[in-house]
Each structure stands twice: as C-alpha cells, then as structure tokens.
T-cell receptor
C-alpha cells in the first residue's frame, strides 16, 4: 500500500512569499501530524489533526503558519510571508488513530529553502 | 518544558560490536517511548516502541526502559554498516505530542 506522500519534495522561495506544502496520509489513517526539522535538530511538533479538526496547534511558531485538512485526508500547511528562519525540512506523519501512543508513519518531507 | 536529551555523537563502533544509544527525559508522566532511525536525507522510520519498564527485544534491537531513572536506551547487537544513521528518541505522556530528542549519530565502521 502507499505510504505518506508529500509535495513538493523541494521548494525554493524568496523571502516574503507564501508557500503551501501538501501531505497525503496513508489511506484510513485518521490522525495527521506536521513537524519541522532544522539542520542538525530534532523534530519540532507543529500541529496535529484528528479527522478535520486540529485539537493541538500549540507548536505553530507564529501566526504566519496555518494548516487545514479536508475530507479527513489531505492536509495543507501554509506559511505566509516566509522568512529565512523558516528554511527547514517539513515532515508529515500519519497514524491510524489520534493516540500519541500509536506508531506514526512519516512521509519523505518537503525541503524548504527561503532565500 | 518537556525535554528529551540524547548525546549527539557521533558514536563510532566496529562492525559486529554492540552499539548502545541512550536517552533521558524530563517528564515523569511519560508513558510511551519510541526509537526512530533516520538515514541522511531521509524521513524517520520506527525501530522500536516500549511502554513498560524492562527490556523489549526485536531481532538485533533491544529497547530498555527505566522509568524511575527516566532513562530509555537502544542496544543494537552485531552492528552492521547499514545501521549507520541518526537515531531519534521520542517520548509522549499519552495525550500529548511526541517530544523528540535531537538524535545520536551512529557510525558503524567496517
């Protein structure tokens, strides 16, 4: 079966532009997670969806970051007015249920570079 | 602030040796513990999960959990060059997001 997919795989943008990152979870997985990984750093939790709702947005670094999920499937992470410090790998993961004890399966990530 | 600490390494071991990776965490309420392996330029993949004190073995991998000491470790027996990667420790209290350590880079020398 297909795993978690993300697009684009790489994105280069200019400071101040908006970007949209897409995540397609494993079919049937109700929970979806967004993380950010900067060079040499661990994974930083951004936001979590259970179905289409986001019970936990605590990790979003600023109001320039937003995310939505429609149809309990695809999710989009939007970064407005990008800054150079937003450069990182953005990873999406999904799990069968919204229980943090469940195994999370990661997508390949989107490498974002803000010039 | 919940923290997960790992030695960044690199940890170098000869092929065939046992690699021992360690992780400490700050939240005493933590209930779920995970080890992920991440090859350079790739996404993390789950190696082991452990939820109760003691050892859990899966093939060449053994996870060890000591909640009293707030310590979890991963042992890799008969290390192979293909085990060379960064190993991420992740911890959750069950109803809160996973908190990841920064990872330990393992290098297995042939």
């Amino acid at each position: 079966g297909a795993g978690v997919s993300q697009s684009p795989s790489n994105k280069v943008t200019e400071k101040g532009k908006d970007v949209e990152l897409r995540c397609d979870p494993i079919s049937g997985h109700t929970a979806l997670y967004w993380y950010r990984q900067s060079l040499g750093q661990g994974l930083e939790f951004l936001i979590y969806f259970q179905g289409n709702s986001a019970p936990d947005k605590s990790g979003l670094p600023s109001d320039r970051f937003s995310a939505e999920r429609t149809g309990g499937s695809v999710s989009t992470l939007t970064i407005q007015r990008t800054q150079q410090e937003d450069s990182a790998v953005y990873l999406c993961a999904s799990s069968r249920a919204g229980d943090f004890q469940e195994t999370q399966y990661f997508g390949p990530g989107t490498r974002l570079l803000v010039l | 602030q919940k923290e997960v600490e790992q030695n960044s390494g690199p940890l170098s071991v000869p092929e065939g040796a046992i690699a021992s990776l360690n992780c400490t965490y700050s939240d005493r309420g933590s209930q779920s513990f995970f080890w992920y392996r991440q090859y350079s330029g790739k996404s993390p993949e789950l190696i082991m999960s452990i939820y109760s004190n003691g050892d859990k073995e899966d093939g060449r991998f053994t996870a060890q959990l000591n909640k009293a000491s707030q310590y979890v470790s991963l042992l890799i027996r008969d290390s192979q060059p293909s085990d060379s990667a960064t190993y991420l420790c992740a911890v959750s209290s069950g109803n809160t997001p996973l908190v990841f350590g920064k990872g330990t880079r393992l290098s297995v020398i042939a």
